[in-house]
């Protein structure tokens, strides 16, 4: 309709978005993920890199950005969830969008996903994703597939579906809503904040693949198997007591599946006694 374009129009022209790059000694692709913001046919953007007290000079590999790009350094080392909160209070876009320090937008990214805010019941857009690594292999994560959207609190419970690096999200949802990242996670501090999320506001998926999620053996998602899993009991604990429905309806079959998975992991590992213990 003519009022829903006209608003998309004000959301290509005015918004602002602050793009979070969280890095901890994590400089290997940081220049290719940065000059892929600066590649943007979206221009109203901003990024802030937080730096996690790395050991290695970040300020001095940023050297020759302009001021669309602002660094901070913390003096310890916190969670990742603590450590997206604390980056996200320096950003002054209406939008925010996180971009993880090893992968790549395309172009047009920001310009395909912006206007569907022009829906105001909607809080958050994410895209479809390239999977690919160093070695040439590279895969659409959903192919010809519709991954979920709408109201899908009861989807990203079980499975989340996103991948953080298309998604874009209000800034209201942190100012307004008080919804931010759990410090207590550092796994699975995007889960959590999207499910809270995904109780007040719809999601939009954008079906044209707009970001490469780089696989490396250094990737937490590669190395971390363990955290991930000791991380899900502590979410199902908190959901569980946080959101009755949870309870009564779900959680007996999330811890179900949460098991499944770590017996899964100790069969690949060779631990046969202690997957059979799990199953």
């Keep these: 309709c003519l009022l829903s374009r006209g608003l998309g129009d004000v959301y ?7 793009v979070i790059m969280n890095c901890l000694n994590s400089t290997q692709y940081l220049r290719e993920a940065i000059d892929s913001v600066y590649a943007q046919t979206y221009s109203n ?12 000079d970040v300020r001095g590999f940023l050297l020759g ?18 450590a997206r909160n604390r980056a996200m209070s320096k950003g002054k876009g209406k939008l ?13 990214k920001l310009g395909l996903c912006i206007p569907h ?18 070695n040439g292999y590279e895969k659409v994560k959903y192919d010809d597939l519709m991954a979920p959207e709408g109201w899908v609190f009861e989807q990203i419970l079980f499975n989340n579906f996103t991948c953080l690096s298309t998604l874009i999200f209000r800034a209201d949802i942190i100012y307004n809503d008080q919804i931010q990242f759990d410090p207590q996670f550092t796994f699975l501090e995007d889960t959590d904040f999207l499910i809270m999320v995904s109780r007040k ?5 954008e079906h044209t693949p707009l970001t490469s999620y780089r696989m490396h053996s250094e990737s937490a998602t590669a190395t971390k198997v363990e955290g991930f899993r000791r991380e899900m009991d502590i979410l199902i604990d908190k959901f569980s007591a946080l959101i009755p429905v949870v309870k009564e309806k779900y959680e007996a079959q999330l811890r179900l599946m949460n ?3 770590e017996a899964m992991d100790n069969w ?10 799990l199953i």
């Design 12 to 18: 290509k022209r005015q918004q602002k978005v602050s």
């Design 45 to 56: 953007w901003e990024i802030i890199i937080w730096d996690n007290n790395s050991t290695e």
């Design 65 to 82: 950005y302009d001021n669309r790009l602002r660094y901070y350094k913390d003096h310890v080392t916190v969670s990742l969830g603590e």
């Design 259 to 261: 098991r499944r998975d």
């Design 117 to 134: 805010f022009s829906d105001l019941s909607v809080g958050v857009v994410y895209s479809n994703w390239i999977l690919f690594n160093n």
């Design 268 to 277: 690949r590992k060779g631990d046969t006694k202690k997957a059979r213990s």
């Design 201 to 205: 506001w719809k999601f939009i998926y």
């Design 96 to 108: 925010i969008a996180f971009l993880d320090c090893d992968d790549i937008w395309m172009p047009n």
